[in-house]
């Protein structure tokens, strides 16, 4: 869960390791108070926003 927590696994390497499925990790995330969501200030959100925005409208072409 540390591993989790800090970010140097995914959250399904986290479940895979543990033998568990991802809905039981999402359990076990909640008991450890570990977010789903990573961490990003809200320029980095932005700027993802924007950078997805631009992609989805090039199919929308």
């Keep these: 869960m540390t591993l989790l927590r800090h970010g140097d696994i995914s ?8 033998e568990i499925e991802q809905w039981q990790l999402s359990d076990l995330m909640d008991i450890y108070q570990i977010s789903p969501f990573p961490s990003q200030t ?17 199919y929308k072409k």
């Design 11 to 18: 959250a399904g390497r986290a479940a895979e390791l543990l």
């Design 42 to 58: 809200k320029e980095e959100l932005q700027q993802e926003v924007t950078q997805t925005l631009a992609i989805l409208s090039q």
